[in-house]
């Protein structure tokens, strides 16, 4: 059964430094999402990209965060310079239809901020 | 935006026994999905059930749009059906995809 992989499943990173998770979305799909979730706290959105550009993005989604597919295949999210709030589950998703259809969540990647 | 809310926010059974988890949305759907999130973190995906019924072993899953809310049964529970269950629901305008409620904590004892 196809699968949303994401790397790395556990980053440790100290305050101020660049992040980059990696997200490979199911293989026909076109619209991909990504999610935070902070411990304890339910699962939020962060961001939906579609044609190569985001189609929205939260209030969390500030100047620090980015997303890009590069080549096709990957789907990324770079944090500029992470903060201690930014330590986090980040789940990526995608899906084949825009809006109906399941959605595909990756396993996550726990980020740690020191 | 839409509102989701789950009931109840926590959950205590012994092995065996069974549960109904509920969950209220604020505005039509045509997404809906229930998810079990692991010790690890992880969200396993348990149902894609935007209308009617669907059963999967011990667990089942009803949702009723025209009254906006969506059951998540659990039979027979074991142990390792302890977790946090989301509910989480998708509108027509379709560009967050999801909105998750704040989740069932579920614990199982032997």
């Known amino acids: 059964e196809p699968e949303v992989t994401q790397t790395p499943s556990h980053q440790v990173t100290q305050m101020g430094q660049e992040v980059i998770l990696r997200c490979v979305p199911i293989?026909?799909?076109?619209?991909f999402y990504w999610y935070r979730q902070i411990l304890g706290q339910k699962v939020e959105f962060l961001v939906s990209?579609?044609?190569?550009?985001?189609?929205?993005k939260s209030e969390i989604f500030d100047d620090q965060f980015s997303v890009e597919r590069p080549d096709g295949s990957n789907f990324t999210l770079k944090i500029r310079s992470t903060k201690l709030e930014d330590s986090a589950m980040y789940f990526c998703?995608?899906?084949?239809?825009?809006?109906?259809?399941?959605?595909?969540f990756g396993e996550g990647s726990r980020l740690t901020v020191l | 935006g839409i509102q989701v809310e789950q009931s109840p926010p926590d959950l205590i059974l012994q092995e065996g026994a069974n549960s109904t988890l509920r969950c209220n949305f604020s505005?039509?759907?045509?997404?809906l999905q229930w998810f079990h999130q692991n010790p690890w973190g992880q969200l396993i995906n348990l149902f894609y059930i935007p209308s009617g019924t669907k059963q999967n072993g011990r667990l089942s899953a009803t949702t009723v749009a025209t009254e906006r809310y969506s059951l998540l049964y659990i039979s027979s529970s074991q142990t390792t059906d302890s977790g946090v269950y989301f509910c989480a629901v998708g509108t027509n305008t379709g560009r967050r995809a999801l909105t998750f409620g704040s989740g069932t904590r579920l614990q199982v004892q032997p």
């Open positions: 990209f579609y044609n190569n550009e985001i189609s929205e």
């Open positions: 505005d039509s759907v045509n997404n």
């Open positions: 998703a995608s899906r084949g239809q825009f809006n109906t259809g399941e959605l595909f």
């Open positions: 293989s026909n799909h076109l619209y």
